[in-house]
């Protein structure tokens, strides 16, 4: 839901940075895009929300949080089948879009531009109007299928990032191995944080 005292900004470039699309999917590891959600809260990102409805589910399965509590962590949340909401058109402007965790069904749907839910039509026009679409695919082992969908995707201009660990920083624990993943989708849109202490080599 759209938050009382909030502006929208339009098509100015310093608000179009910070106007993220995160779309949240049924995989495993929904925490990623609820703390994402909840980091981008906190540096005043204008952050427009869909979840499938696997992912409704899913926040119930693996968090002890509330749907109402994810969808109110967002700028705006939209319906799903909602195929006319601003952000099917390229026409409103957003700096990119991030899909977190984001199933194979869901990268299939993008690598062949199967626009049959506002996800996937939202993904398209990202690519499309060549701004950044990061996909944060959450699934393990992957086979050739599932490869080939990626590289399509990469080749698409889409940004692949599997929520894979590092532990240089030294991690305490899960929530500093999971900031540590949403920190490297800040990065790619270029957007200052302190999730994790960088690599300053030796």
């Known amino acids: 839901m759209q938050k009382d005292g909030r502006q929208d900004h339009g098509g100015d470039e310093k608000a179009m940075k910070k106007r993220i699309i995160v779309a949240i999917t049924g995989a495993t590891g929904i925490i990623y895009g609820i ?4 980091v981008l809260r906190e540096l005043d990102t204008e952050t427009h929300l869909i979840l499938s409805d696997a992912a409704r589910q899913n926040i119930l399965i693996e968090t002890q949080y509330k749907i109402e509590y994810v969808e109110n962590l967002a700028y705006k949340t939209h319906n799903i089948g909602n195929m006319a909401a601003s952000i099917s058109s390229g026409s409103f402007k957003t700096y990119g879009m991030v899909v977190i965790p984001c199933t194979i069904k869901t990268l299939s749907g993008i690598a062949n531009s199967y626009n049959d839910n506002l996800i996937v039509r939202a993904a398209d026009v990202v690519l499309k109007e060549k701004r950044r679409l990061v ?7 992957f086979h050739k299928g599932h490869l080939e ?12 990032l599997p929520p894979v660990p590092a532990f240089y920083h030294k991690p305490k624990g899960i929530e500093d191995i999971i900031d540590h993943t949403v920190g490297k989708v800040l990065d790619l849109m270029d957007i200052d944080h302190n999730l994790f202490k960088r690599w300053e080599g030796k």
Do not use: W
């Open 135 to 141: 996909l944060v695919v959450r699934e393990t082992p």
């Open 35 to 38: 703390r994402l959600l909840e």
């Open 149 to 160: 969908l990626m590289g399509k995707v990469a080749d698409l201009g889409g940004i692949i």
